[in-house]
Structures are given as C-alpha cells and as structure tokens.
C-alpha cells in the first residue's frame, strides 16, 4: 500500500498548527489569569475602601446627631436648674424678711412681705407644675438593623466567575431585545480631525470596551462610563475587533491582524500576522478566527495559518459582520 507522503507531512504539520494554536491560548490565559486576578484583587480593595468611605459618613452624620441631642438636652436641663436655684435663692431672702418682721411685728410692712411671699410661692408652685419632674434623662443609640442584617447576609462582596463562563448565555433565536440608546463622544483631544468613525467594538469581561477608529487609525479602550481611558496607534485602517481572551483582542487591519492586549489599564501592541486577501470582519471561536475578505469567508488560526476557505463567490461581497451563534456562523 502505497504512502502519500506529502499528505502525512502536511497533516504531520495541521496537528502541529493546532497544538501551537492550543498552547498559545492556554498560554495566554494563564497570563490574562493572574492580570484579571490582580486587577480583581484591586477592585475588590477599591470596593472595601468605598464601604469604609460610607461607613464612615453614617458614622460621623450619626456623632452630629449625637453631639447636638447633648447639646439641645444639657442646654435645656441648666436652664431648668438654673431658674430652680433663682426661686430658692429668692424664696431664702424672702423667709429671712420674714422672720425679722415677726421679731418686730410692723403690720403694713407685714401685709408687704406676706404679698411678696404668696405671689414668690405661686410662681413656685406655676414652674414646677409646668417643668414637672422627669425621670433621670439619658441618650439612647438605636443602631440601624438593616444595614448590619444586609452585610452580615452577603457571602462576598461580589461574584467572580470564569470570563468563559460569563459569556455563555442560552439564547432564544425568537427573542427580540430592546435596548436603550445612548450618544457619547470619544474622540481624543490630540486627534487632528477631531472626528471618528467607529468600525469595531467588543466588549470585555472587565466591562470595559475596546473601539477602532478608522478615521484616526487609532485602537482605543473605554472604561465602564465610556470614557477614552488607553488608545494605541496602528499602521492602516483598523476595521473589526473580536475578543480572543479576558484581557487580549484582535484587530482586523485591512492586510494584516493585530493583536492587542490590556495591560494595567493599557492598550498594548502584539503579536500580528498577514492576511491574504484583505479582511474586513473577525470573530474567535475556540481557538480559530473566522475572517471575510471582499468575496470570502475564511478560516485562521491563532499563529495566522490560513486552514481553509469556508465560503467564496465572486459574484457577491462577503464583507460583512461574521456572527457566531453556539457553533454556526
């Protein structure tokens, strides 16, 4: 039986093309890995100190509080003592009136005093009926239940999941999504045309979004408020952008494909390989970049081997988006 040998060197090397394009992926999700967990790490700190920030406002609205309940308290309970002690004192003079005027029994000076005296101890009798006397008087912490039920309830400050995980969602062909829309401006100050036209965009496991501008052949990373955060130059027109793992996406340049990572908040330039014909739309699945050119739909791996052309038709343009849905384009 005869052996096509070139046919078991050129399987020999598809089998070597999938197992550098298996090592590379996984190689590069041990390195988005540890930087997701790092920048997980950071958030988590960053939420901590935020739940400190609050708890430290309540805590201080609630000492204002406290500190003018005292306040109002202790400024009314010496206004009480202090007219308490201005009756005595008055009530004192005028008992030793009397009794000097009962020494020397002067009947008109007598009348006088015994008016001053009645009138002395029905202002006595009227403040003390309207200050009755109260129960020893204290303050009282009544502490907001809900809010210490609400976190001794959470089992963390929030959840974490695998970005593979995260991006599998069992969808209804039938569903029809309606979302709301919204204007924001990204262009850079240091662009010259002060203009852009957005040509791609995706969206990472982070919440941060990565957009081509064709029009400033610019890359840029916008964070969760769609603010230009990071950006990074290329060398042509940038066109679509696909997700490759948690931290790296790449770029269809019209001949070539850049890969681009995020690193500490930064848009980093990669690794890239050369296209044949140009391309125009990208998407990853598994490993493998599906890329349409002017009539084509084709097949890449990772390392920019060409694996084989899905769809051709000179007739038609194929320049459109490359959709995946489960395992269909």
Same mark, same amino acid.
């Given at each position: 039986?005869?052996? @096509?040998?070139?046919?078991?060197?050129?399987?020999?090397?598809?089998? #070597?093309?999938?197992?550098?394009?298996? +090592?590379? $992926?996984?190689? *590069?999700? !041990?390195?988005?890995?540890?930087e997701?967990?790092?920048?997980?790490?950071?958030? &988590?700190?960053?939420?901590?100190? +935020?739940?400190?920030?609050?708890?430290? *406002?309540?805590?201080? =609205?609630?000492?204002?509080?406290?500190?003018?309940?005292?306040?109002?308290?202790?400024?009314?309970?010496?206004?009480?003592?202090?007219? %308490?002690?201005?009756? +005595?004192?008055?009530?004192?003079?005028?008992?030793?009136?009397v009794?000097?005027?009962?020494?020397?029994?002067k009947?008109?000076?007598?009348? &006088?005093?015994?008016?001053?005296?009645?009138?002395?101890?029905?202002? %006595?009798?009227?403040?003390?009926?309207?200050?009755?006397?109260k129960?020893?008087?204290?303050? &009282?912490?009544?502490?907001?239940?809900? !809010?210490?039920?609400?976190?001794?309830?959470?089992?963390? #400050?929030?959840?974490?999941?695998?970005?593979?995980?995260?991006?599998?969602?069992? /969808?209804?062909?039938?569903?029809?999504?309606?979302?709301?829309?919204?204007?924001?401006?990204?262009?850079?100050?240091?662009?010259?045309?002060?203009?852009?036209?957005? $040509?791609?965009?995706?969206? #990472?496991?982070?919440?941060?979004?990565?957009?081509?501008?064709?029009?400033?052949?610019?890359?840029?990373?916008? @964070?969760?408020?769609?603010?230009?955060?990071?950006? %990074?130059?290329?060398?042509g027109?940038?066109?679509?952008? %696909?997700?490759?793992?948690?931290?790296?996406? *790449?770029?269809?340049?019209?001949?070539?494909?850049?890969?681009?990572?995020?690193?500490?908040?930064?848009?980093?330039?990669?690794?890239?390989?050369?296209?044949s014909?140009?391309?125009?739309?990208? *998407?990853?699945?598994?490993?493998?970049?599906y890329v349409?050119?002017? =009539?084509?739909?084709?097949?890449? =791996?990772?390392?920019?081997?060409?694996?084989?052309i899905?769809?051709?038709? /000179?007739?038609?343009?194929?320049?459109? &988006?490359?959709?995946?849905?489960?395992?269909? !384009?």
């Amino acid at each position: 039986m005869a052996v @096509d040998m070139q046919q078991l060197s050129n399987s020999i090397q598809t089998s #070597l093309d999938e197992l550098n394009t298996f +090592k590379s $992926t996984h190689e *590069a999700s !041990i390195q988005s890995v540890e930087e997701s967990y790092s920048e997980r790490l950071k958030e &988590i700190q960053d939420l901590r100190k +935020k739940l400190n920030a609050a708890l430290d *406002a309540l805590e201080n =609205t609630t000492m204002k509080e406290l500190d003018e309940i005292r306040v109002t308290l202790q400024t009314a309970l010496k206004k009480d003592v202090d007219n %308490c002690n201005r009756l +005595k004192d008055e009530l004192k003079q005028l008992s030793e009136a009397v009794n000097v005027l009962f020494d020397k029994s002067k009947t008109e000076i007598e009348f &006088i005093a015994s008016r001053k005296c009645l009138d002395k101890i029905e202002e %006595c009798k009227t403040y003390l009926k309207e200050n009755p006397v109260k129960l020893q008087r204290s303050l &009282i912490f009544q502490a907001s239940i809900d !809010i210490e039920q609400y976190l001794t309830q959470q089992a963390s #400050l929030r959840r974490i999941v695998d970005s593979m995980q995260s991006l599998t969602v069992k /969808m209804n062909p039938d569903w029809i999504l309606t979302v709301k829309r919204n204007v924001y401006l990204m262009s850079i100050s240091s662009d010259p045309r002060q203009t852009c036209r957005i $040509t791609g965009i995706c969206c #990472l496991p982070s919440g941060q979004f990565v957009v081509t501008d064709e029009c400033n052949r610019k890359v840029m990373l916008l @964070d969760q408020h769609y603010n230009v955060s990071s950006h %990074c130059d290329v060398s042509g027109l940038p066109g679509d952008v %696909c997700q490759i793992t948690s931290s790296e996406v *790449a770029v269809v340049v019209r001949n070539y494909v850049q890969f681009i990572s995020v690193s500490n908040g930064q848009l980093v330039n990669g690794r890239k390989f050369h296209l044949s014909p140009d391309g125009h739309s990208i *998407a990853h699945h598994q490993g493998a970049l599906y890329v349409t050119s002017d =009539t084509a739909l084709l097949h890449y =791996t990772l390392t920019g081997s060409l694996v084989k052309i899905l769809y051709k038709d /000179m007739n038609y343009s194929c320049s459109g &988006i490359v959709f995946l849905y489960t395992n269909k !384009i």
